[in-house]
């Protein structure tokens, strides 16, 4: 009765625990301001891209750029084609694949372009995940696993990120899960129909026959949720192909080690067979052969795009960003270092990594891929082989395969973007360290589950709590102060990431205009500005980016040269320090007046 009653607050508190994870992405949707990355999602989703003019060495209105961001006027259903067709030919610049734009673009129709608006889909999606995480863990791990799954999921702090952001992680990772979770159901049925047994009478025929008709309506289902979830995948993230390769060597390897009779615990199986080789295996297996089928029929529904949009994608690419190191202990390093980041990112630490120093970053990875080995290392004495071998290739197999291509190609990709390229690969590692919990003993298995979920709990509401990212909301209210006041912002960033949240947070109807520059191009246009116009601005409002993007960051020097031409018309009245959640977030704002 202890026992029993043990399970069922373990059980209440996995259900408490999905509860949390679903609240904070509800309350969460609007405290922070759009990132870098999202408001040009948002400018790619109104299909206005290719009006985007960058900042030139005059002054230009701000408010000329917030049109940019919400829909054009559309007067016809062929205003709304038009719309469409500008949307996919700013995509052909673009390093990703339409889908999340194309679902953005439909929701913004509907709901506006509000930070809330935005995230909403995402955080539906990631919502999604959860329940589908669910639904893959109980398949294999039974009711507990599934729960505990979906509450790790849920509460893990890289994955609560990427669900309030406006970009493509989010449905990545629904994709990747539910074609998971679709691929186990496929598994399951082709086994139990294997296992039927041969009736004689009648009665049982019928009851046979109408089992079957049930399964073959299950796989038909589920065959659909495969073929849609592989193709919105691979349509959402080209890396998604790697995914999609793992699901056809889960297969593989399941057919060899059931063909060989490779036991798992608690299996009366023996190895008197004769042992079959892969090749025969690729041969008989009817499940492999369906399986193949299912993901490269997916693939192939999506060549009209990869022909006529990837393969200008790939002729705009920059490839160069990728590039590896000089010499091989170099070479090394990184491939090592990509490997750490994406682990420690991804299972641990989350976006906390983008204000941490790399080498803590790397120390998380260590404890990560401990985690992971410790896993693999106790499943595998405790002989749970399906189950290690499913969790190995929806996480491990995937991130290797992409480490084998880097060092073939000489590039560089895994570890990049702080991890969320390789974020698909989170939903697997999470179910191998849930499978080594679920294996554990039920004391050490409740403890163990309590700490994982607190740990991630904790580093999420710090992270949503601590790091803020209001610093445009905050410009804004130094605007309203004076709101008719003519205003001259001067800017050391041309990126369109800080041009457009300028437009997007700055009132509009203000009498704003704006000089962006390089850090050493800067004064330049700034004294042209100044003696071209010298009573055309009683405000100025310096920002000094951290970290510009396309240029460099302000020296010192250069510093000094923009103060001394301010002086000679200005007085400093304020000088304020901004800060968000990263780099990019950072400016040293400086107000001037007349």
Not at 9 to 32: D, H, K, P, T, W
Not at 35 to 53: P, R
Request: aromatic residues 12%; glycine residues 6%.
């Amino acid at each position: 009765m202890g026992k029993l009653r043990k399970y069922s607050l373990l059980e209440l508190g996995l259900i408490i625990a999905i509860a949390i994870a679903v609240i904070l992405r509800i309350l969460n949707l609007g405290s922070r301001e759009f990132w870098y990355d999202e408001v040009l999602s948002l400018l790619l989703c109104t299909g206005q891209k290719k009006l985007y003019t960058h900042p030139l060495d005059v002054p230009l209105v701000l408010a000329n750029y917030k049109p940019l961001l919400s829909l054009p006027v559309e007067n016809g259903f062929g205003d709304i084609l038009q719309t469409f067709e500008k949307l996919l030919k700013g995509l052909v610049a673009e390093p990703h694949p339409p889908l999340f734009y194309l679902g953005q673009h439909i929701w913004l129709r509907l709901f506006g372009n509000s930070v809330m608006a935005m995230r909403s889909l995402p955080a539906l999606f990631s919502i999604g995940t959860i329940f589908c995480s669910y639904g893959l863990g109980r398949k294999l791990l039974g009711y507990r696993g599934g729960l505990l799954l979906a509450a790790a999921l849920g509460l893990n702090p890289f994955f609560l990120f990427h669900s309030l952001n406006v970009r493509m992680y989010s449905g990545l990772v629904f994709w990747t899960v539910l074609s998971g979770w679709a691929t186990l159901e496929l598994v399951a049925n082709r086994s139990q129909i294997r296992t039927n047994k041969v009736v004689n009478s009648t009665d049982e025929q019928l009851k046979k026959t109408k089992n079957d008709n049930k399964i073959f309506r299950k796989n038909l289902i589920w065959s659909l949720i495969l073929v849609l979830s592989v193709i919105a995948g691979f349509m959402t993230f080209y890396y998604f192909g790697f995914w999609i390769a793992s699901l056809g060597f889960f297969v593989v390897l399941l057919d060899f080690a059931e063909a060989n009779n490779i036991p798992n615990q608690n299996s009366n199986s023996s190895r008197n067979n004769k042992n079959k080789n892969i090749f025969q295996i690729l041969i008989k297996s009817k499940r492999w052969q369906r399986q193949s089928l299912l993901l490269s029929g997916s693939v192939i529904i999506t060549i009209p795009w990869l022909l006529w949009g990837t393969r200008q994608q790939l002729n705009n690419a920059d490839l160069g960003r990728f590039e590896s190191g000089s010499n091989f202990l170099e070479t090394s390093w990184q491939h090592l270092e990509g490997i750490l980041t994406t682990l420690g990112i991804n299972i641990l630490i989350g976006d906390w990594a983008s204000i941490l120093s790399p080498t803590i970053v790397n120390i998380a990875g260590f404890i990560a891929i401990f985690l992971i080995v410790a896993s693999i290392i106790y499943l595998w004495r405790e002989q749970h082989f399906t189950v290690l071998l499913t969790a190995i290739c929806f996480s491990l197999l995937p991130l290797s395969l992409m480490v084998i291509i880097d060092v073939i190609s000489g590039k560089f990709t895994v570890g990049f973007g702080f991890g969320r390229s390789l974020i698909f690969i989170l939903p697997g590692c999470l179910l191998l360290l849930v499978t080594a919990i679920m294996k554990l003993k039920p004391q050490w298995q409740t403890y163990t589950a309590i700490a994982l979920l607190i740990c991630y709990l904790s580093t999420s509401v710090a992270d949503f709590s601590l790091r803020n990212r209001q610093m445009f909301h905050n410009l804004a209210d130094i605007i309203e102060q004076q709101p008719n006041t003519p205003t001259l912002i001067i800017m050391n960033s041309t990126a369109w990431g800080h041009v457009l949240r300028l437009a997007y947070y700055l009132p509009e109807e203000a009498p704003i205009q704006l000089l962006a520059r390089k850090s050493h191009q800067l004064n330049k246009a700034l004294v042209n500005t100044l003696n071209n116009n010298p009573e055309a601005y009683k405000r100025l409002i310096w920002l000094d980016s951290d970290r510009p993007v396309w240029g460099s960051v302000t020296t010192e020097a250069q510093k000094q040269v923009v103060q001394k031409t301010l002086a000679q018309k200005f007085e400093l009245e304020t000088e304020t320090r901004f800060t968000g959640t990263w780099e990019l977030d950072h400016f040293d704002v400086l107000v001037y007046r007349k």
